[in-house]
């Protein structure tokens, strides 16, 4: 496969200004992620941002990012574009999409995220994790893949929510928001308008569900600090070995 990954950025963000650009252990925390996606040593990383100042930092610090519209309402709508005007010839087969406020994540699960697509009818790949947190279960912040096994370390999505579910004995899956794209089904996706129940869940992938998409997910051993306000940027700090 050729692959390319995408990192999304903006420096807009409301519970942490200019997140993006947050100081970890003297690198911005986007740096943190081209670092770590680059470590992965899967295909060529790319950060594609709307802020000038983001891809200042990115490229002073030896890594290559792209400018795309500030009108994106989504991750997705932005590394499509990226995806347009960096292989316009359409070369790249697998489109990698980490988020960039992920600055601890193993390069290991950038590189799981890819296993699903040994089936030929995966559209898009993704990754869970066992949540063994009681409090996680009920945390409607903690989305969770409701599906059937299709191997050792892998689901087939059914649905993703954020209630409890699914209902009786068995584990319950903590879903982690890194995608793998094949081409087509990103431009797939991308076309389509948002759904009734993306809408009612705030969950984008509920969208290719609805449309008749396949999602399978891997199952990996952590789930990687995603850094949303100050005290996830501490915690990343001290991953770090900064001193808090």
């Known amino acids: 496969m050729s692959i390319l990954v995408l990192i999304p950025a903006r420096l807009a ?16 925390m986007i740096v943190r992620v081209a670092e770590r996606a680059t470590a992965a040593d899967i295909g060529r990383v790319v950060i594609a941002t709307d802020s ?9 610090a030896g890594y290559e990012a792209v400018m795309t519209s500030v009108d994106h309402q989504s991750g997705s709508d ?3 574009e990226a995806l347009q005007g960096l292989d316009p010839d359409g070369a790249v087969e697998t489109i990698v999409n980490v988020q960039g406020d992920l600055p601890t994540i193993e390069p290991e699960a950038i590189r799981q995220v890819l296993a699903p697509f040994e089936d030929p009818r995966c559209d898009i ?8 947190d009681a409090e996680e279960k009920t945390n409607p912040n ?14 087939r999505a059914l649905y993703f929510t954020r209630a409890t579910a699914p209902w009786g004995e068995g584990p319950l899956f903590h879903h982690v928001g890194l995608y793998a794209y094949r081409r087509a089904s990103l431009e797939r996706f991308v076309t389509l308008g948002p759904s009734t ?16 998409m396949r ?29 808090p």
Request: hydrophobic share 45%; no cysteine; glycine share 8%.
């Open 142 to 155: 903690v989305v969770k893949i409701v599906g059937s096994p299709n191997g050792p370390s892998r689901l």
């Open 197 to 212: 129940l993306e809408n009612r869940e705030k969950l984008e992938q509920l969208r290719a569900l609805e449309d008749g």
């Open 52 to 60: 000038q100042e983001i891809l200042d930092a990115v490229v002073s």
């Open 125 to 132: 790949a993704t990754l869970g994790v066992a949540i063994t």
């Open 215 to 243: 999602i399978d997910a891997e199952i990996i051993d952590t789930v990687p600090l995603g850094v949303d306000g100050p005290a996830d940027l501490e915690r990343a700090r001290i991953m770090y070995g900064v001193e």
């Open 78 to 80: 932005r590394i499509f």
């Open 13 to 28: 963000s409301t519970r942490l200004p200019q997140k993006a650009l947050a100081d970890i252990a003297g690198r911005p």
